[in-house]
């Protein structure tokens, strides 16, 4: 289930990248072939760009293609590589655990925010001054929190025994 939802937030963030590049190809065309350039283009790209690398990082840790030291897992023994992947596991976990905790106060300081009028989510303060920062908040909440249970599943795989190959049949 965690394989499904992280290679489905992957896809997301293709679709996302997909529609950031669409959109600079408009920019381009709009700002130079008519000479009406949007004050929207920008921001929402980079918030397309934010929400993608987010969103990827667990469908990575699914394939197991994240960037390790190889030299010191590769050549050790079997019972170090497991020894490793435990450590890698602990060291991850209390990471993303730090990191979700500080992101999910940001998301929260950003979306709800009240002043004497009502509700004012925190605004992106350029000329299109959308309410992004919220967005791309949760998403990186979500992107957490889908890496850290796709690091205990790969982990527990790794403990049973099983690699990536299976996981990736699994699906």
């Known amino acids: 289930m965690i394989g499904c939802l992280s290679e489905r937030a992957s896809r997301a963030a293709a679709w996302a990248i997909g529609a950031a590049a669409a959109l600079m190809v408009a920019e381009v065309v709009l700002r130079y072939g008519f000479g009406a350039p949007t004050v929207w283009t920008a921001e929402l790209v980079t918030a397309l760009c934010a929400v993608a690398f987010f969103l990827g990082g667990a469908e990575a840790e699914r394939r197991d293609m994240h960037i390790r030291i190889s030299v010191i897992r590769e050549g ?89 190959a299976d996981a990736a049949r699994d699906r």
């Open 76 to 164: 050790a023994p079997r019972w170090r590589r497991r020894l490793v992947d435990l450590l890698t596991l602990v060291v991850g976990l209390v990471f993303l655990a730090g990191l979700a905790w500080g992101a999910a106060r940001q998301f929260w300081g950003s979306a709800f925010r009240f002043d004497a009028t009502g509700w004012r989510p925190e605004t992106t303060g350029r000329a299109w001054n959308v309410p992004l920062p919220p967005v791309v908040r949760a998403a990186f909440v979500a992107g957490i929190v889908l890496l850290g249970l796709q690091l205990i599943v790969r982990s527990l795989r790794a403990a049973l025994g099983r690699d990536a």
